[in-house]
């Protein structure tokens, strides 16, 4: 009877131990799940933060290309290089959005890695997602090829406008230079004094009418040979000085009075132009000296 009791108290105690031993796994397995199950929820959470960032990107990214894309017409107050300009800037806003987003994709996918089976329909979205942004980059590169032909057509509109400036400078250039000289010719004159007879002697005047010698006019020959004269420009100099004599001197030529005034300065007289424009309707300036 007491051997029996023995051996009552033994299975006892190995049933105890069995079933301790049983309930630590199970409550051990519990455990595992539990904290899978809350990695897998944090996953999920942070995988579907990271996908509405990248679907907010790419929708912001839309509306950009399909502005730059099918909108042709320019904004008031700006120019074809404004549009090129607000063009490059996008492309390179748009290229850093992409490389961002396909980082946030690729750290995701590593995230999902381990719970493929778990997160699949997390996955097929990252995967639209991937396209979606695929499709962008081949927008990019319409938009890239747009951007060169714009680049094209500014450099033959910039030839051309040079052409075209060229061509008004030249113009501009020939007008000016004629307009010069046509100030110039128009501001040429010639002067020469000198005594009666030496007037005479050169040819410059010659005298007529009288009887006898008596009554005779001096006056100015018809036919002038500009090089008994000295030439000058009205535009460089105003004065023209010659000898001051004791009877004084007298102006052959037919000049407007009121164009010109004369003073003695020393031992000269200095002729002063004061009106330019009725001066120098009379090509030639003779002074006799008397």
Do not use: C
Not at 8 to 14: E, G, R, T
Not at 107 to 122: F, I, M, T, Y
Not at 125 to 153: F, P, R, W, Y
Request: glycine share 6%; proline share 1%; no cysteine.
């Amino acid at each position: 009877m007491k051997a029996m009791h023995v051996i009552i108290l033994a299975i006892l105690a190995i049933l105890t131990i069995l079933f301790g031993v049983l309930w630590m796994g199970s409550n051990g397995k519990a455990k595992s799940l539990l904290k899978s199950n809350s990695e897998l929820k944090e996953l999920y959470d942070n995988s579907t933060a990271t996908i509405g960032e990248i679907q907010s990107s790419l929708e912001s990214m839309d509306k950009d290309l399909s502005g730059q894309l099918f909108t042709n017409a320019e904004l008031p107050g700006t120019t074809p290089e404004d549009r090129r300009s607000r063009i490059v800037t996008s492309i390179s806003t748009m290229r850093t959005q992409i490389e961002n987003d396909k980082k946030k994709i690729s750290q995701l996918e590593k995230q999902l890695a381990s719970s493929k089976s778990q997160l699949k329909g997390v996955q097929d979205i990252v995967n639209k997602l991937k396209a979606s942004i695929g499709d962008k980059e081949k927008i990019m590169d319409e938009l890239q090829k747009k951007l060169g032909i714009m680049n094209e057509t500014l450099e033959t509109e910039r030839r051309t406008s040079q052409v075209e400036i060229q061509k008004r400078e030249q113009t501009i250039g020939e007008k000016e230079a004629a307009l010069a000289q046509q100030s110039l010719e128009a501001n040429k004159i010639y002067y020469v004094y000198g005594t009666r007879k030496e007037l005479i002697d050169k040819g410059i005047i010659d005298r007529k009418g009288g009887l006898l010698g008596i009554g005779k006019v001096t006056t100015v020959t018809r036919t002038i040979e500009t090089d008994k004269f000295t030439q000058m420009n009205l535009l460089d100099s105003q004065q023209i000085s010659f000898p001051a004599t004791k009877k004084g001197y007298s102006v052959l030529s037919n000049h407007v009075a009121t164009s010109y005034k004369v003073e003695k300065v020393g031992e000269e007289n200095v002729l002063t132009v004061t009106d330019t424009a009725n001066f120098r309707k009379q090509k030639f300036l003779v002074i006799e000296l008397l």
